[in-house]
């Protein structure tokens, strides 16, 4: 028996994205949080991050994985297309003193 899987989803990376898209009652908060508008460019948010089905929602990382790890306060339930959109924001080099002038 080997102790972890190696590669994709781990059980324990499922339940926590379960725990994730409970607590923030199966909706798309990358998008509602403002997320997305950091990442130029046009995508259409479902704001569905259901537990399963065609819109299953995704669990995003704020602050990207390896930044963070597995902590829900920085996870948040995402739509696909949303999740796909920002995608890791650790590979988006803008530097972290940097404010957006809108806030
Ligand atoms: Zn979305
Ligand atoms: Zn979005």
Same mark, same amino acid.
């Given at each position: 028996?080997?102790? @972890?899987? =190696?590669?994709?989803?781990?059980?324990?990376? *499922? =339940?926590?994205?379960?725990?994730?898209? @409970? *607590? !923030?009652?199966? *909706?798309? =908060?990358?998008?509602? !949080? /403002?997320?997305?508008?950091?990442?130029?460019?046009?995508?259409?948010?479902?704001?569905? @991050?259901?537990?399963?089905?065609?819109?299953?929602?995704? &669990?995003?990382?704020?602050? /990207? *994985?390896?930044?963070?790890?597995? !902590?829900?306060?920085?996870?948040? &339930? &995402?739509?696909?297309?949303?999740?796909?959109?920002?995608? !890791?924001?650790?590979?988006?080099?803008?530097?972290?003193? =940097?404010?957006?002038?809108?806030?």
């Amino acid at each position: 028996m080997s102790s @972890a899987w =190696r590669g994709g989803s781990t059980s324990a990376w *499922r =339940r926590l994205r379960a725990h994730v898209l @409970a *607590r !923030d009652g199966y *909706r798309c =908060r990358a998008h509602a !949080d /403002g997320w997305c508008d950091r990442v130029p460019g046009q995508h259409t948010c479902t704001r569905l @991050a259901l537990p399963g089905g065609p819109n299953a929602g995704h &669990a995003h990382h704020t602050h /990207g *994985r390896t930044v963070t790890g597995d !902590d829900p306060q920085h996870i948040v &339930a &995402a739509c696909r297309a949303c999740n796909l959109h920002i995608g !890791d924001p650790t590979a988006h080099a803008d530097p972290p003193n =940097r404010a957006v002038s809108r806030w």
